[in-house]
């Protein structure tokens, strides 16, 4: 047998692949990744793109060291001597920040609007929607803490799906609060599952002591049992008077805009550096986790990387995932585009005469050329079997005189046009 693809990862195959159930279709992948950047760059936001492989440490505090992703899911790919190893990233944010602070983007004007696409990586169980290396889009805005950032950040991702042709969605709205919001907060849980602490999993025994918040959004069945029977109290009711406010604001600049949400009091952000604003994105179509992406305000972040005081949020979601929601909503994506003209010589003289045209005229419209002689009903045939608008056969008469026999491939019409008029071809 060939050598086969890793688990967990996918091939982007030309339109017409045979494996195209099982894989993705790379046309589909870019009306993805170029819908994001229309909608995008029409609110300011500029392209930025990152290493695929970072620091070790910079991946650790970014993602932080108390979550699955830097304990059981990095790829580390290099270590040399004494050096603490590169990790391939998995996660957009913490890479992003790093280059705002190593290049002096804080001397542009701020806030910031970035945004970025690309693949990431983690050792995930795979299934439906989760896969070890998994592409994303990512948009980050740094150097304001207002809530109107957070709400423009909030409703250009729905802007995004919505874009896309998606309607099933849903925005799960929370709040983290402020640090010594959270401080207290974690007080509270610390307390309240201490006489517990037996029928903890190992994971959440360790955040226990480490992070207790984590604990709300462990994968044991056992530790969520334990949360509804203690009903535990959500972070929400835990907010100081500015956070509070905050949220409030937020809530109202969305409903301005016709932005429906859910606040969703289970939302947390566990790490030092987040702060307030936390959302998701949801949709039911993507299997049993139906978060297809969410964000949430990192204020802390750049300082734990080593830099100045920088507010930032952000937001991505990831690829695959939402492909996944447009199938199962059954959102038709644009057919593939094949070439505006196929030109193919009756009689092999005239071969390099088509291919030169096909080079010229490829400077302003898609076109392709045969690269052997065909005779008319296998040109149209093969012009057919590659999607092309208009079929454009060369014989002798044709080069002699300078013209062309057009077909249009899906209306049938049939006419002669010199060469100059191939600029006007539709």
Not at 18 to 38: G, M, N, W, Y
Not at 249 to 258: A, R, S, T, V
Not at 357 to 376: C, G, N, S, T, V
Request: glycine letters at 10%; aromatic letters at 8%.
């Amino acid at each position: 047998m060939a050598i086969q693809r890793p688990k967990g990862t996918q091939d982007h195959l030309p339109d017409g692949s045979p494996k195209l159930s099982t894989d993705i279709r790379a046309s589909a992948f870019r009306h993805v990744t170029e819908t994001a950047q229309r909608v995008l760059e029409r609110a300011g936001a500029q392209f930025i793109s990152t290493p695929l492989f970072e620091e070790a440490d910079l991946v650790k505090r970014g993602v932080g060291g108390s979550t699955d992703i830097v304990r059981k899911e990095m790829f580390t790919v290099y270590y040399f001597g004494d050096h603490g190893g590169f990790i391939l990233r998995p996660e957009g944010t913490a890479g992003i920040v790093r280059a705002y602070l190593q290049n002096g983007l804080k001397q542009l004007p701020a806030p910031l609007k970035l945004w970025t696409h690309g693949p990431m990586f983690r050792a995930e169980n795979v299934q439906k929607g989760r896969l070890r290396q998994f592409h994303q889009v990512d948009y980050e805005v740094l150097g304001s803490a207002d809530a109107l950032v957070d709400a423009e950040a909030v409703a250009l991702m729905v802007d995004v799906v919505r874009e896309l042709g998606l309607k099933n969605v849903r925005v799960k709205l929370g709040s983290i609060g402020d640090p010594d919001d959270r401080e207290t907060y974690n007080t509270y849980l610390r307390d309240l599952f201490s006489p517990h602490l037996e029928r903890l999993s190992d994971d959440s025994k360790d955040r226990l002591t480490r992070n207790p918040m984590r604990i709300l959004d462990s994968k044991s069945a056992e530790d969520q049992h334990l949360l509804t029977e203690l009903k535990v109290r959500p972070m929400l009711d835990f907010l100081g008077p500015e956070a509070a406010a905050h949220f409030g604001q937020l809530q109202g600049y969305l409903k301005d805009w016709n932005i429906e949400f859910d606040v969703d009091p289970s939302i947390v952000r566990g790490l030092d550096y987040y702060r307030r604003t936390a959302w998701e994105l949801h949709h039911e179509g993507v299997g049993a986790k139906s978060a297809l992406g969410g964000g949430g305000r990192y204020d802390g972040l750049s300082e734990q990387l080593g830099g100045p005081v920088v507010p930032g949020i952000g937001w991505a979601f990831g690829i695959e995932r939402l492909l996944l929601a447009l199938e199962a909503e059954g959102v038709s994506l644009p057919a593939p585009r094949g070439p505006l003209l196929y030109l193919a010589a009756l009689d092999e003289e005239n071969v390099p005469y088509a291919a030169t045209l096909a080079r010229k005229a490829q400077a302003f419209i898609r076109a392709e050329f045969a690269y052997r002689a065909m005779k008319p009903g296998s040109a149209f045939k093969d012009a057919e079997r590659r999607g092309a608008v208009w079929a454009g056969l060369i014989g002798s008469e044709e080069a002699a005189n300078g013209t062309l026999s057009l077909k249009n491939m899906q209306s049938g019409e049939q006419k002669v046009v010199r060469v100059e008029e191939l600029r006007e071809l539709q």
